[in-house]
């Protein structure tokens, strides 16, 4: 069955670029109607929402986090990655890979809900 | 800050029933966007529990359910057992975020 598996970068220096990679097993990421995002969880805190990306390209992203923020898909490799500029400690977080279901009718398609997700790689920004 | 307000915990004995709450505003629960319930058990990544509001993905007991009404939603589960003892997470859409919002998380302590 399809399996998400994110890379580990594990520690970041302050002021330096976070880069993640998640992998898509088992299936393709261009199949089916499905969105792919990440969220992050700092230790001991909730979930925020990073951002969203399909495999033509077409993305969303936090707006407290855009103006550091990327993502991109590599649909040759089944692969979608995050990069994240200038990180400071407040960033450091286990990183989650997810995919988001769509419901679609005859016109359009709605956000569902994240119904798959990778195990989680805990980053850490420190010098 | 989350954007949805969930209680920070909440508990119960064994067989008794629990309900977590969710209350978020006029710009997302409040606007119509379905709400999704997860489960985080300790270590693990969170796993889909209640999706479009009430609806249960293959394999969650039907002792969990779920609602949503104005700008809230809730979350119930009867029987109580151990293993339910996990933090719960809602999520919906936001119109102002763009994007996806999730609750703080509520721990569930079984007595």
């Known amino acids: 069955q399809l399996q998400l598996q994110e890379s580990r970068p594990g520690l970041v220096k302050p002021s330096e670029t976070l880069s993640l990679t998640c992998s898509v097993s088992?299936?393709?990421?261009?199949?089916?109607?499905?969105?792919w995002g990440w969220i992050r969880q700092p230790p001991g805190k909730g979930l925020e929402w990073i951002g969203l990306i399909y495999s033509t390209g077409s993305s969303f992203y936090n707006p407290f986090l855009k103006s550091r923020l990327n993502i991109s898909v590599d649909t040759s490799k089944d692969q979608f990655s995050l990069k994240l500029t200038s990180v400071t400690a407040s960033d450091t977080a286990i990183y989650y890979c997810?995919?988001?279901?769509?419901?679609?009718?005859?016109?359009?398609?709605?956000?569902?809900?994240?119904?798959?997700w990778g195990q989680g790689t805990m980053v850490t920004v420190s010098s | 800050q989350s954007v949805l307000t969930q209680p920070p915990s909440v508990s119960g004995a064994p067989g008794q029933r629990v309900t977590i709450s969710c209350t978020g505003t006029s710009i997302n629960i409040g606007a119509g966007f379905d709400v999704n319930w997860y489960q985080q058990l300790p270590g693990t990544a969170p796993k889909l529990l209640i999706s479009?509001?009430?609806n249960r993905p293959s394999g969650v007991p039907d002792r969990f359910s779920g609602s949503r009404s104005g700008t809230s939603a809730s979350l119930v589960i009867t029987g109580l057992q151990a293993d339910d003892e996990a933090d719960y997470f809602c999520q919906s859409y936001d119109r102002g975020l763009t994007g996806s919002v999730f609750g703080g998380g509520t721990k569930l302590t079984v007595l």
């Open positions: 479009g509001n009430n």
């Open positions: 997810a995919r988001l279901s769509m419901d679609c009718g005859d016109t359009s398609c709605s956000f569902s809900a994240y119904d798959l």
């Open positions: 088992g299936g393709s990421i261009s199949s089916g109607t499905y969105y």
